[in-house]
């Protein structure tokens, strides 16, 4: 009974022996990466994200890699002339008749733009190809540059189209997205060129929805856009044009602005929905070598081409009028309405079709209140003698500069 025992206990020794080697043995082999003295203890993972895994990050250098491809820098030549108001009273002090004057002007200027068709066509802003451009160049991420045109613009809508003829090379135009599904806080990604950095990504989410920017410079307008995007991705002189594309490459919106750094804002910039630019780049497709408003048929602004200054003592003093109601014509543009039927600087509007006038603001108003092609008549005092001025009312030209000693005042320019 006893040696059964010792047997049977033997025999089980031998087991646990046999199994403690070979579970050590399965384990050198299978487990190296466990605890141990010159291991450490394995990382935890998060759980996977929902694209099957990928980073944000790695999300961001796709879509950029994406893109890039098809965002060009814009190379422009501007040789165009600008509106230059003389002084207002200069005929009076023997400088000679006060007319504005047209100053010719050469500058250099550069943005960006995308590929938006396999035609050859670019997106960029207006502002990018301002009136006067004579020369432009398109500058591809392959360092390819190739001379192109203005298709058409819409200093309204601040988008123009530029196009490159013949490229064999032209990449695929870029995806557009749905501006109207975007969230607030959603990854945003501004690519362009910014101080003509070649190529260059800024990222920020989106900011807000709908905002109105007042936006002019480099010869245009300043103007009023509504409805724009805003963004935290930093957008920078020479970004305007480029494209502002979600966390999958597709399009946004085009970058145009940011807000007044001088204002001490950070972290605010403007873009044009996509959702706007389709419609607007449509139009700009069906009228090649047009400057367009935002309804494609001219600006449709009432307009004679004067700058104006309200009646003082010392204004009559110098004309010699004295009259108590009226308003002065400080500058007569060349070329327009109000030149074509003989007003000149010093001159004073009395009324319009047998209404006084009393303030640039109530001609301004009167005049608006008119539809391009129809004719006024207007009191004049000019040089001592009363006469009536047939005046038909002009439009006025898309991107037109206001006067320099009207800039406080966008409607004494009527």
């Known amino acids: 009974m006893k040696s059964r025992f010792f047997g049977t206990a ?27 003295p010159n291991n450490t203890p394995p990382a935890v993972s998060a759980a996977p994200l929902l694209s099957g895994g990928t980073s944000d990050q790695d999300r961001i250098v796709s879509a950029v890699k994406r893109v890039q491809p098809a965002v060009v820098a814009i190379d422009v030549t501007i040789n165009g002339t600008r509106v230059v108001p ?3 009273f200069a005929q009076f002090f023997g400088g000679g008749p006060s007319a504005g004057r047209l100053q010719r002007f050469h500058a250099q200027a550069s943005g960006s733009g995308f590929v938006y068709g396999r035609n050859g066509l670019i997106v960029t802003n207006a502002h990018v190809v301002p009136v006067g451009t004579t020369d432009v160049e398109v500058v591809f991420a392959n360092g390819d540059r190739k001379k192109a045109t203005v298709y058409s613009r819409n200093p309204a809508a601040d988008l123009a189209l530029v ?3 013949n490229y064999a090379k032209l990449p695929a135009p870029i995806e557009l997205g749905d501006s109207d599904k975007l969230a607030a806080g959603q990854w945003a990604i501004a690519v362009g060129e910014p101080f003509e950095l070649k190529q260059s990504v800024s990222v920020g989410v989106v900011s807000g929805f709908n905002r109105d920017e ?12 509504k409805g724009l995007l805003q963004t935290s991705a930093p957008i920078n002189p020479g970004n305007s044009g480029g494209p502002l594309v979600d966390i999958e490459g597709r ?3 085009v970058n145009q602005s940011t807000a007044n750094p001088q204002a001490g804002a950070q972290g605010i910039g403007f873009a044009i929905p996509v959702n706007i630019m389709k419609q607007q780049v449509a139009m700009l497709e069906k009228n090649p070598g047009q400057t367009l408003d935002a309804n494609s048929t001219g600006t449709g602004i009432p307009y004679i081409g004067v700058a104006l200054q309200g009646l003082d003592d010392n204004v009559r003093a110098q004309i010699n009028y004295a009259g108590k109601t009226g308003v002065v014509v400080s500058g007569v543009y060349q070329g327009t309405p109000a030149d ?3 007003l000149q600087a010093g001159d004073v509007i009395t009324s319009i079709d047998g209404k006084a006038v009393n303030s640039p603001d109530e001609l301004t108003k009167a005049i608006h209140n008119l539809k391009p092609g129809q004719t006024v008549a207007m009191q004049v005092f000019s040089a001592g ?3 009536l001025v047939s005046v038909k009312i002009g439009e006025a030209p898309p991107g037109f500069g206001q006067p320099q000693q009207q800039q406080q ?3 004494a320019q009527p």
């Not at 646990?16 to 190296?32: D, E, K």
């Not at 936006?215 to 103007?223: C, L, P, Q, Y």
């Open 86 to 88: 003389a002084d207002p």
């Open 214 to 225: 007042t936006i002019g410079g480099d010869g245009e307008e300043a103007r009023q856009f």
């Open 251 to 253: 399009l946004i919106g």
């Open 10 to 36: 033997v025999v089980g020794l031998v087991g646990a022996i046999v199994g403690s080697f070979s579970m050590m043995l399965y384990a050198s082999t299978h487990f190296a990466n466990v605890a141990g």
């Open 385 to 387: 003698i009363k006469k």
């Open 340 to 342: 074509k039927a003989g």
């Open 409 to 411: 005042d966008p409607n």
């Open 163 to 165: 196009r490159v003829s």
